[in-house]
């Protein structure tokens, strides 16, 4: 077994090095005869601003979109807007190719409304918007928390906590004829609880009836976010305060919130680590907080960054769960045989028997494969590149897949 296992690993290393080659070799013959930059397929747009309002008026269907440019255009195409020279790839070869040969710290492609968020207000980058070497500082704080699993199964009963209110909350919001109204919102609530008992080690209330006013503004704000970030992503920020303000007025007043309550949150732990000694085991907060690699305002950052990352994405992925297994009773069916096979009648799952559901588990990467959480993979390339026979630039290009 042992011998076998080895040479699968040597013979998967050796058809990486001999697809590096490969590739290496073909790369000298295609810089010779690589087409320039500027014969990427593309849709002529307008001067300065391109096809930006093409862009924005397709912002809710984005992934349609780009869709329809992949059968129209190939493999490759570019889209130029007023805020981004884009190059879209959809050669998974070539992807692959590119993703091997990323340094150590790659120049991620972020959010530049958020960005700018940021700057204007003097705050500190977290794990998503950071870039080099700071990124991958604060990456190695944080991946050693959320990527162990010993760390998060000890999460299971808060998070079975959470999920049992959330379905006490669906029973009594359910009409007479069985429908929820608003599901989306409802799931929205769920997540957000269940990610913050784990960032803060604390219940917010998000599936009361009546959460406290403070809770109802950061709700608001984090929904509002996903919100105005849409509605300013695809203009460059100067463009939005001057001519847009509206918009802008509304994206920095979900983040002022959002920031606002955060810092509240992290500064109540700070002061109750201070005064109350505990022989509690430290949460997520607290291993941030104690860890020096990490200033206070990028524990800030990365709180908020997280938040924003995990909640809209968990929701949205349950939802369609929900929705293919409605579309599929036999997938459901056999699903549930599993789920009640190994957790007993009344019960929530343990961390232990969740390892022993593999269905489930192939439910949720099925429905992981028909929709992704997003659309594409960003990066700034890092040097000049010959990509599916085209030269492309490093400098102000990006490329997505």
Avoid at 48 to 76: A, C, M
């Amino acid at each position: 077994m042992a011998a076998a296992s080895t040479q699968r690993h040597l013979l998967k290393i050796l058809h990486r090095r001999i697809g590096d080659l490969a590739f290496f070799h073909c790369a000298s013959t295609e810089q010779r005869n690589a087409r320039p930059f500027d014969e990427i397929p593309h849709k002529k747009g307008y001067p300065l601003i391109g096809t930006s309002i093409e862009t924005v008026q397709n912002i809710d269907s984005i992934h349609t979109f780009i869709w329809n440019r992949y059968k129209t255009l190939g493999p490759i195409f570019r889209e130029k807007t007023v805020s981004f020279d884009m190059v879209y790839i959809g050669s998974e070869m070539a992807v692959e190719q590119l993703l091997r040969q990323e340094s150590k710290y790659p120049q991620r492609t972020c959010l530049v409304p958020w960005t700018q968020y940021v700057i204007d207000a003097g705050e500190a980058f977290g794990v998503s918007l950071a870039n080099h070497e700071d990124w991958y500082r604060i990456r190695r704080v944080v991946k050693r928390l959320v990527l162990n699993f010993n760390f998060i199964h000890k999460y299971t009963s808060d998070f079975n906590e959470v999920s049992r209110d959330f379905l006490d909350r669906l029973e009594h919001v359910r009409t007479e004829d069985n429908r929820i109204t608003g599901l989306d919102t409802e799931l929205f609530h769920w997540a957000l609880e269940s990610v913050c008992s784990l960032l803060l080690s604390r219940r917010l209330g998000c599936l009361s009836d009546k959460p406290d006013p403070e809770l109802e503004q950061f709700i608001d704000a984090v929904f509002g976010m996903f919100r105005a970030t849409g509605k300013v992503l695809y203009y460059p920020p100067w463009f939005t305060k001057t001519f847009l303000p509206s918009k802008w007025n509304e994206f920095k007043s979900a983040f002022d919130t959002i920031f606002r309550i955060a810092r509240k949150y992290v500064d109540e732990k700070v002061e109750e680590r201070m005064t109350n000694v505990t022989n509690e085991e430290p949460g997520f907060l607290d291993h941030l907080l104690s860890d020096d690699r990490m200033t206070r305002l990028e524990v800030y950052a990365t709180l908020v960054e997280l938040m924003a990352g995990a909640v809209d994405t968990t929701a949205n992925v349950v939802q369609m769960i929900l929705y293919e297994l409605s579309r599929n009773p036999r997938v459901q069916q056999k699903l549930y045989d599993e789920v009640t096979g190994v957790v007993p009648e009344g019960e929530f799952p343990s961390a232990a028997q969740l390892q022993n559901m593999p269905y489930l588990k192939a439910v949720i990467k099925e429905t992981l494969r028909l929709t992704p959480i997003v659309h594409h993979v960003v990066r700034d390339l890092e040097k000049d590149m010959i990509i599916l026979g085209y030269h492309v630039p490093a400098k102000d290009v990006e490329w997505r897949s």
